[in-house]
């Protein structure tokens, strides 16, 4: 069934562009405002959002994704409304990563050397350079506007309502994607990825060298894993099956005619288990019919003896009476 809409048919994804000041600001091409300027080993990250040709079916009070101007459509009686201001909205976030020795006696930030008194090993440079692009802006600078919770809530120009916090929640999952960068950025140090490129420059220090894949667990096409139990436990059933398939008949004993088929290890053992089930049945059905006997005869004394008491008490005692008159 087809029917006439009078909204704008295309899919309107919403704009946004990033800034970014990483770790080192020496290098970077953007530097921030007085204002915005953070501490060391933290990286700033600003994102513009503009939502003006998205259309919301409830009004948006929210500080970045705001729509508060309605707008009627021909043929629709409720407005629908839009952000009329031109002008992007933006909100910024800091990430700070801070790395600590065992017990958390000595931390230091992500650009300071590690201090004197903590072991540098391979899996503290794994962990570390894991750490590095751990930050808002490595988890939105590809995918942009399309990395937002709110785009979900878009179907061609028309987004479902909105929360009223919805810049927390997009802050909230920009920063669980960052937390699940860390596994991928594992992965690919461990893997040497982009090490056959001609600008590929080998920073690893001597201590790791060599020693960084060990730190890792891979996952290979060419191996799978198996239950060691079932696997065991499958060749005890092979050996099982192939000792009870053995024929036990007397050595040079063949079939001739009528006589029965040589009996196997199976059959001996199932023979000897049912005639030892029936033994046992047996011996049990006679001791129960042995105690019901014992207990016959002696509720057959008891009651005898009551009997034989019950008689003496009966009988008249001798006495001797005089006659009167």
């Not at 009528?258 to 290890?265: A, H, I, M, S, T």
């Not at 001996?268 to 207990?295: C, D, P, S």
């Amino acid at each position: 069934m087809c029917q006439y809409s009078p909204l704008p048919q295309y899919w309107r994804p919403i704009p946004g562009s990033t800034y970014f000041s990483s770790l080192y600001p020496e290098n970077d091409y953007w530097h921030p405002i007085d204002e915005l300027q953070r501490q060391d080993g933290s990286t700033l990250t600003i994102i513009f959002v503009s939502s003006m040709h998205i259309y919301h079916v409830q009004r948006s009070f929210d500080p970045i994704f705001n729509a508060q101007e309605p707008h009627y459509f021909e043929g629709l009686r409720e407005p629908f409304y839009y952000n009329s201001d031109p002008r992007a909205r933006a909100f910024a976030c800091v990430d700070a990563t801070e790395l600590c020795s065992p017990g958390e006696a000595t931390c230091w930030s992500m650009t300071a050397p590690v201090p004197p008194n903590v072991p540098s090993s391979p899996a503290y440079w794994l962990m570390k350079w894991s750490l590095e692009n751990s930050n808002t802006y490595d988890s939105i600078k590809w995918r942009l506007g399309s990395a937002l919770l709110a785009q979900e809530s878009v179907s061609q120009s028309v987004s479902n309502p909105l929360s009223s916090d919805q810049w927390q929640l997009e802050a909230s999952q920009l920063f669980a994607t960052s937390l699940a960068r860390i596994q991928y950025d594992a992965w690919k140090i461990a893997n040497g990825e982009d090490h056959d490129q001609p600008e590929y420059v080998e920073v690893t220090p001597d201590e790791a060298k060599g020693r960084l894949c060990k730190q890792y667990k891979f996952k290979t096409p060419e191996y799978t894993n198996i239950n060691l139990l079932a696997f065991i436990g499958l060749i005890l059933l092979a050996i099982t099956i192939f000792v009870l398939s053995w024929d036990v008949s007397p050595k040079g004993r063949q079939r001739q005619g009528d006589r029965p088929p040589n009996p196997l290890v199976i059959d001996v053992i199932v023979r000897f288990l049912v005639n030892m089930t029936l033994k046992l049945i047996l011996g049990l059905w006679e001791g129960v019919a042995f105690l019901h006997r014992q207990a016959l005869a002696y509720i057959g004394k008891g009651s005898a003896k009551t009997n034989t008491n019950d008689s003496h008490r009966e009988q008249p005692t001798g006495s001797t009476m005089n006659p009167q008159g």
